[in-house]
């Protein structure tokens, strides 16, 4: 590497770091962040997912909407003993056998839920609660956005310095 190629390193990474800020995607007061903002606005108020992207009046690129997959609503049932007392004097009744009661007194509520996937009959002194989940519809996820430099090169025609064209260009 001779001295003109560090000088030109030097530049690059100069205008890497800095352009690095304006694209970041971390950062929802960048250039980037501020696009990714409106267009999730886009996306909520027309439910469009792709969208071109113009230098006077030039498509130079897409902004393509990513969107998180539509979660259905979930109902979960778990078995609760609301009332050991009554659970027990239910057990009493209707449980004949000496080693099993030992074990059922032992494990009141597992033998609880057991019996209920059994029969279908919820004991005295339990209750069958439900835990809901909402469903979640699509939402917004980030986006990406794809550019061709080319076009960015020909809709900028003579306002680029030549470093930058040269850069654009596919030059040094």
């Known amino acids: ?16 770091q800095k352009l690095g800020e304006i694209v970041s995607t971390k950062d929802p007061d960048s250039l980037r962040g501020l696009a990714d903002e409106f267009y999730r606005e886009m996306y909520e108020t027309t439910g469009a997912k792709s969208f071109e992207v113009k230098i006077d009046g030039e498509k130079v690129g897409t902004y393509s ?15 609760t003993v609301t009332d050991e007392e009554k659970l027990s004097e239910w057990v009493s009744r209707e449980i ?68 930058v064209a040269g850069i654009l260009g596919g030059g040094e």
């Open 96 to 163: 004949n056998y000496d080693l099993a009661a030992s074990f059922v007194f032992a494990h009141l509520e597992r033998f609880a839920g057991w019996y209920f996937t059994e029969t279908g009959e919820v004991p005295y002194g339990c209750e069958l609660e439900q835990t809901v989940t909402l469903a979640q519809p699509a939402r917004y996820s980030g986006g990406a956005l794809k550019v061709d430099p080319m076009a960015v090169l020909n809709a900028m025609q003579g306002k680029l310095g030549p470093s």
């Open 65 to 79: 909407v990513r969107v998180s997959k539509a979660k259905p609503a979930t109902t979960e049932e778990h078995f």
């Open 1 to 16: 590497m001779n001295k003109e190629d560090l000088e030109r390193l030097a530049f690059a990474q100069a205008l890497y």
